[in-house]
């Protein structure tokens, strides 16, 4: 099974960066997925890692250590529009098996003036 | 606009009903995965379908079964509702292909049922 940790709510500062932490304890790993949720909405996908280190990409980044069972997003240049929830997602394997995610509870970002 | 499309929006019925909610995947995806999400709970993975067959089980009850048309769209039937029902139900679909791609799941808008 999988169980995945991360803070229930997080508050920061419009223009700072935060980083939001994701622990996992799984029997399989085949991906961690981060994706984003304002309220009442659709998750969307943010980034995919697969192998240790930083992944990139604009404002956003996401970071993984597999023998740690452990991954951040780092947001930058916080803007009012990135308060939303932010769930961490690990996938079990990439095979005929499925390709299934088990989410984390998400960490509710509030971005303050 | 993920391309993944759900309807109904809002459904609003009483305890003891049957509803059958749809998802029409990405085009191309092959796989549509349901999922809950309630007030107090994250996203909780209910089942996925692969090319019309059954792939993955989460938690689903009893009371709920799932099914992939050979067009690739699939319905999740809800019966015998209860008041712990009403929740926001996202499908989602991905490619599934073997090699060179994420796999990433793309979400639909959701089904928000309210059991009264």
């Known amino acids: 099974g999988q169980n995945i940790d991360q803070p229930t709510e997080m508050t920061a500062t419009e223009g700072a960066i935060v980083q939001i932490n994701c622990t996992y304890q799984?029997?399989?790993?085949?991906?961690l997925f981060w994706y984003q949720q304002h309220a009442g909405e659709a998750p969307t996908f943010l980034s995919y890692?697969?192998?240790?280190g930083l992944e990139e990409k604009g404002r956003f980044s996401s970071f993984l250590s597999r023998s740690k069972g452990y991954s951040y997003l780092l947001l930058k240049e916080l803007q009012m529009k990135d308060s939303a929830s932010y769930l961490c997602a690990v996938r079990d394997g990439l095979n005929n098996a499925g390709n299934m995610l088990t989410f984390g509870g998400g960490t509710r970002l509030m971005v303050k003036p | 606009d993920s391309g993944v499309t759900q309807t109904p929006k809002h459904l609003i019925t009483a305890t003891g009903q049957r509803v059958t909610l749809r998802c029409s995947p990405r085009?191309?995806?092959?796989?549509v995965y349901w999922y809950q999400q309630s007030l107090d709970q994250g996203l909780q993975f209910l089942i996925q379908?692969?090319?019309?067959?059954?792939?993955a089980k989460g938690n689903i009850l009893e009371r709920f079964s799932a099914q992939q048309f050979p067009d690739l769209h699939s319905e999740l039937n809800l019966s015998s509702l209860e008041l712990g029902d009403s929740a926001l139900y996202f499908c989602a679909s991905s490619v599934d292909a073997t090699s060179g791609s994420y796999n990433e799941q793309f979400f639909g808008p959701g089904t928000r049922l309210t059991v009264l």
């Open positions: 799984t029997s399989g790993f085949n991906g």
């Open positions: 085009s191309g995806d092959l796989s």
């Open positions: 890692n697969v192998l240790d």
């Open positions: 379908y692969y090319n019309g067959e059954e792939r």
